[in-house]
């Protein structure tokens, strides 16, 4: 028989040591609770079932193909690598990810030559043209088949928040500081809504996009601002969108001022021909990330003059 603990029987001085103890540990998982619940980009890469490269792939040079870390690595390298590994079957190449951790990190391995192109976000692409001549080979296509996308601020579907004007006092939550949604809101929306960053309650920077959606869909944050194709499915369900940016260029694959050309163009040859016209092109690209499906065009670096000023 387990006997019952009685807190009355301890001494005074012990038993508030235990009971101090117990608060301290308390609060400690609370916070770690809530750290984890705010970056749900923890989830370990798991490569998708069938997934597999034939034996005559792997007799193939490997080439690498770096991507900032916008998304969690699972969604990366759910959605992109169905894209590389087309391109390995229509290649004389093997492609394969490599992630970076920041936009930085991917731009040095693109200029060190670790990896042959880069998927970049447009702002950063035109600060790593300007600093290491880089060079856009391939932009995609959104629904409308045109190059050009938007980001968009969004709250909660069931706040009574209705314009960017009322934001005064709230919690806002951002992708990275970097990327184009983040430097649209803060440094053009913001200012020309007589908003300083001073005059919100908080500012907190996420990993991921997915992270902002998920914590102003959990009103864990009051708003947050993203690329409008990760939330056109949940606009008027679970989120409500409260201003959307003109239109930029989508974000391009991009390659170093020195690209090896026989890559280069093994890459625009096979990705150009999933376009509108091909019958086959809802097939193929299945399982792509859905920035992807709708094909892509030829980029060069005059597509990105619109965003040279930005955030100066």
């Known amino acids: 028989m387990v006997p019952n603990f009685n807190f009355s029987m301890m001494p005074r001085k012990r038993l508030l040591v235990v ?6 540990l308390a609060v400690v998982f609370t916070i770690a609770f809530y750290e984890f619940t705010l970056d749900i980009a923890r989830d370990q890469i798991i490569a998708p079932a069938g997934s597999r490269i034939d034996s005559t792939s792997l007799s193939k040079p490997v080439v690498y193909i770096g991507v900032i870390s916008r998304y969690p690595p699972n ?12 391109l390995t079957s229509r290649t004389q190449f093997r492609f394969e990810l490599k992630l970076s951790d920041d936009y930085g990190q991917a731009v040095q391995k693109l200029v060190r030559g670790e990896v042959a192109a880069a998927f970049l976000g447009s702002y950063v692409y035109v600060k790593a043209h300007e600093e290491y001549g880089v060079l856009p080979i391939l932009k995609p296509l959104n629904e409308n088949f045109e190059p050009f996308s938007r980001s968009v601020i969004i709250t909660a579907a069931s706040s009574k928040i209705f314009s960017i004007n009322d934001l ?7 992708p990275s500081r970097e990327s184009f ?8 929306e ?8 001073l005059d919100l309650a908080e500012i907190r920077s996420f ?3 997915q992270s902002v ?10 708003v947050g601002v993203t690329r409008e194709h990760l939330v056109k499915h949940l606009l008027n369900k679970s989120l409500r969108a409260l201003l959307c940016s003109d239109p930029v260029p989508t974000s391009p694959i991009v390659v170093a001022k020195d690209y090896p050309h026989d890559i280069v163009e093994a890459i625009k040859k096979t990705l150009l021909a999933v376009n509108q016209s091909n019958p086959d092109r809802v097939m193929i690209t299945k399982g792509w990330d859905r920035e992807f499906v709708y094909g892509f065009v030829e980029a060069s670096d005059r597509d990105y003059n619109s965003l040279r000023n930005l955030g100066r």
């Open 168 to 174: 005064k006092g709230l919690r806002v939550a951002l």
């Open 190 to 197: 913001l200012p020309k809504h007589g908003i300083r960053e």
């Open 75 to 86: 969604i990366i390298y759910h959605g992109y690598q169905p894209m590389l590994d087309y």
């Open 19 to 24: 009971i101090t103890g117990m608060l301290l």
């Open 213 to 222: 959606i998920h914590n102003v869909s959990k009103n864990v944050y009051d």
């Open 181 to 188: 949604s983040s430097i649209w809101l803060l440094r053009i």
């Open 207 to 209: 990993p991921h996009h």
